[in-house]
Nanobody, 123 residues
């Protein structure tokens, strides 16, 4: 099982990016997927997640109203749509799953992690 995060880049404050988390070796259809991020000198934090059963989504307070998460089970891909980006959103973003249908913003139970993708918000 491999997860691959992509889509990062450098944008100005107020800009948008769409990150993708693509799976190989497994279907994501029934697994909850979470996005996490880690900024330099800070602990990793949960950002957004989407469940594998009813597609429920959850977001950290810091990104509510700005980030949305969606999934395309045919493409085995989960997307993180980031808008109104702020400098404090700068971090390496990772996708992960604990193989459960529910999803969690707690990274302690995650089993599979994708390689991160760098997001830099700077003018």
């Amino acid at each position: 099982v491999q997860l691959q995060a992509s889509g990062g880049g450098t944008v100005q404050p107020g800009g948008s990016l769409r990150l993708s988390c693509t799976a190989s070796g497994v279907t994501l259809r029934y697994w909850g997927i979470g996005w996490f991020r880690q900024a330099p000198g800070k602990e990793r934090e949960g950002v957004s997640c989407i469940s594998g059963d009813d597609g429920s989504t959850y977001h950290a307070d810091s990104v509510k109203g700005r980030f949305t998460i969606s999934r395309d089970n045919v493409k085995r891909t989960v997307y993180l749509h980031m808008t109104t980006l702020k400098p404090e959103d700068t971090a390496v973003y990772y996708c992960a799953t604990d193989r459960r249908r529910s999803c969690s913003l707690d990274d302690s139970g995650m089993v599979y992690w994708g390689r991160g993708t760098q997001v830099t918000v700077s003018s």
